[in-house]
């Protein structure tokens, strides 16, 4: 199993990290060279760079109240999220594997609809496993 994992290409897990202005301010967002890549594709999706892509995400985060002062949130926790659940919906068939078709031009509740209600549909065989544990006598 380990080997799987071990065996990645070292520059995926190297750190980078970029610049950019977000509301106004200058700051720095450190991620991991994997998650980059994953930005730089979902970018390309809709014709944004990738700072473009994460000041976007960024301002409509703010503007849905996910971005409070005092709730410990951690926008690159956020990103490296969104990229998670990005590649998940991906597998899921939930967003085309085609990366020639935009994300703007998906349906947000259709793609949405796959994951179930408190719980991350990106876990599918840990989900059943535990359904299954927690249905046996």
């Excluded at 977000?22 to 390309?44: A, D, H, K, P, Y």
């Excluded at 919906?89 to 939930?94: D, E, H, I, P, S």
Aim: net charge neutral; hydrophobic share 40%; charged share 25%.
């Amino acid at each position: 199993m380990c080997k799987i994992f071990i065996s990645a290409d070292p520059d995926l897990y190297r750190c980078r990290s970029r610049s950019l202005r977000l509301s106004g301010v200058v700051t720095s967002i450190r991620l991991e060279n994997l998650f980059w890549q994953v930005l730089e594709e979902i970018g390309e999706r809709d014709s944004l760079s990738v700072a473009q892509l994460i000041t976007r995400l960024y301002d409509e985060l703010a503007e849905a109240g996910g971005l409070g002062d005092n709730d410990g949130t951690n926008f690159s926790s956020f990103l490296r999220v969104s990229c998670g659940r990005y590649l998940a919906l991906q597998v899921a068939g939930r967003i085309p594997a085609d990366t020639e078709v935009p994300i703007r031009s998906l349906d947000a509740d259709w793609v949405l609809a796959g994951e179930k209600s408190g719980r991350s549909s990106s876990f599918p065989a840990k989900t059943r496993r535990m359904e299954m544990a927690h249905a046996a006598p």
